[in-house]
Each structure stands twice: as structure tokens, then as C-alpha cells.
């Protein structure tokens, strides 16, 4: 937003003129300076300092901005970026399901969505394929991140620390975190305990840095029979505004029916990611 901008905003209601703050907040300046003053706020706004210190304490009061105690300058607060994030989410399972309808239709193999709850991963909408012999839908069943792509996908733009922290706390869980669905159940579903190890991809912290490297240099992740006997998958992350992994495309299938053709399907899964993520207002990858 620019000063015009700003200034044909003035005599807007009050709601209008928080929000015209707000934008001065994230705009370039502010982002570069670690936020603005209360003088600098007035400047921008052409509002009296007073009114302006004023409407600061009430927005911070709401957690929509927060004041650096050093540099008494304020930022976007926790808050605002919480409802943006509910929003994404909110955007995100709207947007997917028509995704993932089209990916499963092109495949013709069942495709989930994928994100991360509480370091594992909890798949949220699933679209099955229409053959007879299909892998399963898995709606609301979590598993352990460590042990599927899509769980290998979602951490694989976090820095050294924090995996750290995450492996530390989570490299070690079962391969169900939780309660499998109704259907699943009925049908004797049941995942193997433990990878075999010719197909194990992760099977301690080095092992886990290597393949998300390899992720983030191929775009995808695979799976080959690691959780499930004769079932094979892929995976891509999607992103959001921000660029940050918000979740994952998943797609799984019968060995059987895939063959060698497993990188093939990861690839064709990382550009539909793509293309989702970009209905997010993603940047655009170069």
C-alpha cells in the first residue's frame, strides 16, 4: 500500500483505519526495520500520535500487534497470524478436495491429504481410487511422521534444531498414532510393526537428514512397501504464501499395478502439489 493509498483510507471507519495500520505493518519498511514506532505509524497515517499511541495499545491489547521491548517498535502479532494460518487451512480443504478428485481420476489410485498434528501426521480428506483392488482411505487416522513420505514431506523444510527436537521427541513413535477408522478396521487392515530392512528409508537421525535432502532435491518422497505389504506411494508438499509446507499430496497404490514406474508418479504428484500450492498464492518456484 502506498501513502495515497493510505491517505484516501482516512476517512474510512475505524475498522478500516486499524487495518490501514496493519498494512503499514508488513509493508517492506516495517518488515526491514524489525517494525515501526508509534511516530512513525503517525507519519505514515497522518494521524495525530496520541491517537495513534492509543489504537496501539488497543491492538495490542487483542494480540494483533506486539511491541519489541528494547526498540519499543511494533509488529504483526501472534494473533493475526494465527487467523491467517486458520484461513490457509480453511482455503486449503476447500481447494483440495476438487485436487485431489483430479488426481486420483488421473492415476486412477487413491489420494489423500496430508498434514502434520502434533509431530505425526493426520490425513484429512481421501479420495479413493475406482478400481476394485485399491488401497485404503484413511480420513482421520494419524501415523507416525517417520515412517510415510508424506510424514518425511511436511518437516522437510524445518531447520537442523528443530528436527532435532522433533526426532528426539517423535523418531521413535508407533506406526499408528491412534485408532484406525471404523471401515479400515472392518475390513482387517493392519499396518507392519516394524519397515523391513531392505525398505526401511528411515532408521535413525542421519538416515532422516539424508532423505530430506533428497526430498528437497527431487521435489517428492516414495514409499515402497515400508508400511503397508505390497503398497507403494508418493508424496509432494504443498505450500503456502508464506512458501512454508503446509501440507502434503499423497498418493497410494498396489505394488502390483505400479511396477517401476514409482519416481514416475512422484514427479507427476510434486507438479499437482504445485499447482495446489500456487491456488494458495504459493510463489512461484523457478
Not at 157 to 171: A, F, M, N, Q
Request: charge should be negative.
Amino acid at each position: 500500500m502506498t501513502p495515497t493509498e493510505g491517505a484516501a483510507r482516512r476517512n474510512s471507519s475505524g475498522l478500516g483505519r486499524d487495518i490501514e495500520i496493519l498494512e503499514w505493518l508488513g509493508s517492506d519498511e516495517a518488515v526491514a526495520g524489525d517494525g515501526l514506532g508509534v511516530m512513525r505509524i503517525a507519519q505514515l497515517t497522518g494521524r495525530d500520535k496520541a491517537v495513534i499511541s492509543r489504537t496501539m495499545a488497543t491492538l495490542s491489547d487483542a494480540e494483533l500487534v506486539e511491541r519489541d521491548a528494547t526498540t519499543m517498535n511494533y509488529r504483526l502479532g501472534s494473533r493475526l497470524f494465527a487467523i491467517a494460518a486458520r484461513t490457509t487451512e480453511a482455503t486449503l480443504a476447500s481447494k483440495a478436495r476438487a485436487h485431489l478428485r483430479n488426481i486420483a481420476q488421473s492415476t486412477r489410485e487413491t489420494t489423500h491429504l496430508c498434514v502434520l498434528r502434533g509431530g505425526n501426521v493426520l490425513t484429512v480428506l481421501s479420495e479413493l481410487s475406482p478400481h476394485e483392488f485399491r488401497t485404503t482411505g484413511w480420513e482421520g487416522v494419524t501415523t507416525a511422521a517417520w515412517r510415510t513420505p508424506s510424514g518425511r514431506v511436511l518437516i522437510s523444510d524445518w531447520d537442523r534444531s528443530s528436527l532435532t527436537r522433533w526426532y528426539e521427541e517423535h523418531g521413535r513413535d508407533e506406526p499408528l498414532v491412534g485408532p484406525l477408522n471404523p471401515a479400515m478396521t472392518a475390513a482387517g487392515f493392519a499396518v507392519l510393526e516394524t519397515p523391513p530392512e531392505s525398505k526401511a528409508v528411515v532408521s535413525d537421525f542421519d538416515s532422516l537428514l539424508a532423505e530430506l535432502h533428497r526430498i528437497r532435491e527431487r521435489g517428492y518422497a516414495t514409499l515402497d512397501e515400508e508400511l503397508e505389504a505390497g503398497v507403494v506411494g508418493a508424496s509432494a508438499p504443498i505450500t503456502d504464501f508464506t512458501g512454508h509446507i503446509v501440507a502434503a499430496i499423497n498418493v497410494s497404490a498396489p505394488k502390483s499395478r505400479i511396477g517401476g514406474q514409482l519416481d514416475r508418479l512422484g514427479a507427476y504428484v510434486a507438479q499437482a502439489a504445485q499447482e495446489l500450492s500456487r491456488s494458495l498464492g504459493a510463489p512461484t518456484r523457478n
